[in-house]
């Protein structure tokens, strides 16, 4: 685990964009934070280190938007609104263990569909007008603890 400080929207595009560059298919990425806590940015900076040049949007009201044109096709989800009725039956392991990395926003609402690694990346705005994002790693499983090292390593060398 660690965190780090984004002081604005292109530099958590950033770090998002670097860690693209180490993901796999069947990579799963759980993003926790309120709302306005720069998920959506976040995904936004995967798809670029991902080289998916396509505008990324919330998926608040479809669940899940993909994005197929990029190193990997990225699977963005939104499942808050399964609150009351979980994701019994709504195929999520076609994205989970397909060939693509999924993005969960709202993953507590359908932890019994989550596989038993995946990396939750937490947002929370700081600073005195909230521009700034502190961003906490927690790695669960050995390849996310690796890929957590490994990105923390490449960060610290460029000074983020």
């Known amino acids: ?46 798809a670029k280190g991902l080289g998916i040049d396509t505008v990324i949007k919330s998926p608040t009201y479809t669940l899940i938007r993909e994005y197929t044109k990029g190193r990997l096709p990225l699977y963005h989800m939104d499942v808050y609104r399964l609150e009351d009725v979980g994701g019994d039956e709504l195929g999520f392991e076609e994205y989970l ?8 926003e709202w993953a507590k609402f359908i932890e019994e569909e989550l596989p038993d690694a995946y ?6 705005p700081a600073g005195e007008f909230y521009e700034n994002r502190e961003i906490t790693f927690l790695p669960t499983g050995e ?18």
Do not use: C, H, W
């Not at 660690?2 to 002081?7: C, I, S, V």
């Not at 560059?21 to 940015?41: R, Y």
């Not at 990396?119 to 929370?124: A, E």
């Open 1 to 46: 685990m660690f965190t780090l400080l984004a002081k604005n929207e292109e530099e958590t595009m950033e770090i998002a964009a670097q860690l693209a560059q180490l993901l796999e298919p069947k990579d799963v990425i759980l993003l926790e934070g309120n709302l306005g806590a720069g998920k959506t940015t976040f995904t936004k900076g995967l």
């Open 97 to 104: 263990y397909g060939n693509g990395v999924s993005v969960i």
């Open 119 to 124: 990396l939750t990346i937490r947002l929370v």
């Open 143 to 160: 390849r996310y603890a690796t890929l957590v090292e490994t990105l923390r390593g490449i960060l610290m060398k460029e000074g983020q």
